[in-house]
């Protein structure tokens, strides 16, 4: 099988739509925003779903003449491409809207820098880990449930009995790192 189609495949994964918990959605998240000033912050685990929700928050705040702007920051082992990231945002404007993905790397003042600098764009974004920074406008929740789903979605069939909750546990609630184990075996 070539690795493209394989049903756990990058590709096939990213296409997946950010599942709202029930009576929430877009239009939801959006007037939160609106509410907070356009400034606030998507809250989840590892591999909850923060970054597809920024990469399809996107479309719409084109739609609402948002310039988005993604900054995405890593593990502390790239210093440089973090300070390079946070350089670029030093440069944006009203219309431009920060989205900063992984505001947990940002050390004490390396956030107050970016506090200033992001006060002229239009809205700001940010993933992280835990409450803090700004006020949560969502908060990524994931279950066995909810990945019993996807894998159902990706590929049109049910997880045996138990299987959702073994991989959710021994991957600590990352559905994308169920998903590699998936893919894995799949590709086996």
Known sequence: MKARDNPFASHRIEALAYRFTAGDGWEKLLGRLEATAWRGAIVGPHGAGKTTVLTQLEPLLIARSFKPRRVTLR??????ERQEALASIGTMRTPDFLMLDGAEMLTTRQWLSLQSSAAVCAGCL?????????????????????????????????????????????HHGNLRECFGELYDRWAG
């Open 126 to 170: 940010i993933t992280q880990h835990r409450t803090g920074r700004l006020s949560t406008v969502l908060t990524c929740e994931v279950t066995p449930a909810l990945l019993d789903g996807l894998v159902h979605e990706l590929c049109d069939a049910w997880l045996p009995d138990g299987e959702a909750q073994r991989l959710f546990s021994r």
């Open 75 to 80: 593990a502390p082992d790239h210093a440089s």
